[in-house]
């Protein structure tokens, strides 16, 4: 199908969706509340307005750099522009509907453990003087500031699949799967996890910055994904080689540098708990770098700079629950642990089982947020340097992670493969063999990214 007609398609999809969404469900951690009480500090205000701004640095240019570079030339700029391309239709999409099911208003107590309402549709109802709750009494942000950092996070985690379907699914495809994706898969986790009245967060499940609500939903969705698509042209036969990892390498510092906004960002106020998030951020990344190299050694290969940033982003996807979950000295096991199973699933589990995760979505945000789901649970207790009360025992904490893992896992899947059916019944997933192997830059966009 040509391009214009498929992203008419997109746009009628997307039209279409604007219409469907009916009235309203759910209520979020971070509750609107107008009492009298709760007053809004300019420095909180402040310090989450630049903590949006990095995790949209984290997305462009950072992840469109990370997966461009990754990728062989000729799909370089069909990476970068469906990384950006989605991120914007997530940032209109959760004004139009996500955000009011993932933290609007509740209408219904059976549908409450799992998903909102319809009540802030458009941001009906949401001022200028609107203000949500923070974790301290007394202190509030204007929900505008949380909107809008919570959306950079929707954005980011649904580009993050690309990353599972480099080089062989169609931009149009890929459009029309990020809005239903977004609608049934990230609105119901975020709500689970992060929303007062939530099925996870009720049980008391720790996920700072979104171990299971990014990570794990974006890692296993891209799994399932490439599963679905199957392999491309030529894999496992042919080299897939890096094109460039200087943009690979600049493009992690651009993450690693992001990444504060989205954990510190995560406390929701300039506070002693932003500053733990921040050096748990320093350090598990720090650590996880170098323990990946150190496994390269290992192994008999030399320490790569591939291996070094694949650490780096494995340490900042285990961290991110356990962020303000954990003390530094915890983040730096939990962080080298993570590299060193992030390695073996990458680099032994996947050659083996023969599956092309094109960019190891899945080997590095998948099994990386598992590991950090599940370990924050260790981490997070006192004994261990951790901020928890020790009031939970391990083995109780443990379970809350184990289910809310789970349900992700599950949750995920499904929701991915009924995307995928969808957007192929409409446009199609791949492109013509001839096409695929010309690359996606000139097919889908009529583009090169570099004139030789």
């Known amino acids: 199908m040509k391009p214009g007609r498929a992203l008419g398609r997109v746009s009628v999809f997307f039209l ?12 979020d951690a971070a509750e609107t509340t107008q009492a009298v009480a709760a007053m809004v500090d300019k420095g909180d205000t402040a310090w989450m307005m630049v903590a949006t701004l990095l995790v949209l640095l984290m997305t462009l240019p950072g992840l469109a750099l990370f997966y461009g570079g990754l990728v062989r030339a000729k799909n370089m700029l069909s990476v970068m522009t469906q990384v950006g391309a989605v991120a914007a239709l997530a940032m209109l999409a959760w004004i139009g509907w996500v955000y009011s099911l993932a933290f609007g208003p509740d209408t219904s107590e059976t549908l409450k453990p799992f998903i909102a309402g319809t009540g802030k549709l458009f941001l009906s109802g949401v001022m200028p003087d609107s ?41 149009g495809a890929m459009m ?14 975020a709500h689970m996890v992060w929303a ?24 296993v969705s891209a799994l399932v994904a490439c599963l679905i698509l199957g392999p491309r042209v030529g894999f496992p036969r ?49 650590a996880a770098g170098l323990a990946w190299m150190a496994a390269e050694r290992l192994s008999g290969h030399k320490p790569s700079a591939l291996g070094f940033c694949s650490g780096i982003i494995a340490g ?12 530094p000295l915890g983040a730096v096991v939990l962080g080298a642990i993570a590299s060193l199973v992030c390695y073996l699933v990458v680099t032994k589990l996947k050659p083996r089982l023969r599956y092309d995760d094109s960019l190891d979505a899945f080997g590095i945000h998948g099994v990386g947020g598992i590991i ?15 901020p928890g009360d020790g009031s939970v025992p391990v083995a109780s904490q443990l379970l809350v992670q184990l289910a809310a893992v789970g349900v992700t896992i599950v949750w995920a899947a499904i929701g991915t493969a009924i995307a995928l059916l969808i957007a192929k019944a409409i446009v199609g997933l791949r492109p013509e063999r001839d096409a695929e192997l010309e690359g996606l830059d000139i097919t889908d966009h009529g583009e090169r990214a570099y004139n030789y």
Not at 131 to 157: H, K, N, R
Not at 200 to 218: K, Q, R, S, Y
Not at 260 to 286: K, R
Not at 372 to 386: K, S, W
């Open 16 to 27: 279409f969706g604007l219409c469907l969404a009916g009235p309203a469900a759910a209520q």
């Open 372 to 386: 950090g789901a599940i370990g924050t649970a260790i981490v997070y207790q006192p004994g261990l340097g951790g």
């Open 238 to 286: 042919e080299p897939m080689l890096p094109h460039s990892m200087t943009l690979t390498m600049v493009g992690t510092g651009l993450l690693w540098v992001g990444w504060f906004g989205f954990n510190a960002g995560s406390a929701l106020e300039a506070n002693a708990s932003a500053a733990l998030a921040m050096i748990n951020t320093f350090a598990a990344t720090a």
């Open 131 to 171: 203000i949500v709750a923070t974790f301290s009494d007394g202190v509030a942000l204007p929900e505008y500031s949380f909107i809008a950092f919570q959306m950079t996070f929707a954005a980011i985690t649904v580009a993050l699949i690309v990353g599972g379907v480099a080089e062989r699914l169609k931009f």
């Open 316 to 327: 900042l996807v285990a961290v991110t629950p356990a962020a303000g979950n954990s003390g």
């Open 176 to 189: 029309i799967f990020a809005l239903i994706w977004l609608t049934i898969v990230y609105a119901p986790i």
């Open 196 to 219: 007062a009245g939530g099925l996870f967060f009720e049980m008391g499940a720790l996920d700072f910055a979104g171990g299971t609500v990014v990570h794990i939903n974006a890692g």
